[in-house]
């Protein structure tokens, strides 16, 4: 498991906010995901106290990550803006902050998108992703499971959903992986998640 991923759940884990944030083996899906894919813009939805940028940035600086990439996020509750603006050294150089997904410029595209949170504009999401991007969705959100899926038939998009689960001693957490427009190297990903 990755090492960037580890040391950020212990630190986050007990900081104010913490009751939900994703777990170690989450952030290893999500680096490994934009280390695999090469995102270049990444995108999360519900930034919340900062695990997931901090994570990312811990990777690159580790040398996990090794490509330059975009993280955009949205965020309104202030509680949280106010935690991450705290808890991520040099935030402002780092993340692009939106209050909400509305706020994005419609040009911009993404290869990665992490959902961590609801946003109102949940819907609108495949208009910002990118031709093959996929779409991370931290734990059981059953509500954003059901928007992304009906939203992708609704836009005619084939979509390829993988789930990672871990119950293991301290590592326990999940996430599903939505690949859009998937190619063979998705297929062989999904069954070997399997």
Do not use: W
């Not at 950020?8 to 680096?31: D, E, M, V």
Request: glycine share 10%; with cysteine; hydrophobic share 40%.
């Amino acid at each position: 498991m990755s090492k960037s991923a580890i040391d950020t759940y212990n630190l986050f884990k007990a900081k104010p906010g913490s009751q939900r944030i994703a777990k170690a083996h989450c952030l290893a899906g999500i680096i490994k995901y934009a280390r695999m894919r090469r995102a270049k813009n990444i995108l999360e939805l519900g930034i919340g106290i900062g695990t997931i940028p901090f994570a990312l940035k811990l990777a690159k600086e580790n040398g996990e990550i090794s490509h330059e990439f975009n993280y955009c996020g949205t965020e309104k509750n202030q509680f949280c803006v106010d935690a991450f603006r705290k808890n991520i050294p040099g935030y402002e150089n780092f993340i692009n902050h939106f209050t909400e997904l509305a706020q994005i410029p419609s040009a911009r595209l993404f290869d990665l998108m992490i959902v961590d949170g609801k946003d109102g504009g949940l819907r609108q999401i495949l208009n910002l992703l990118a031709r093959r991007g996929v779409i991370i969705v931290e734990g059981g959100r059953n509500p954003q499971l059901k928007s992304i899926r009906e939203t992708a038939e609704a836009a005619g998009r084939k979509c390829l959903r993988s789930s990672e689960i871990v119950f293991s001693a301290g590592h326990f957490g999940g996430y599903s992986v939505h690949f859009f427009d998937p190619n063979l190297f998705d297929y062989l990903a999904h069954f070997r998640n399997r």
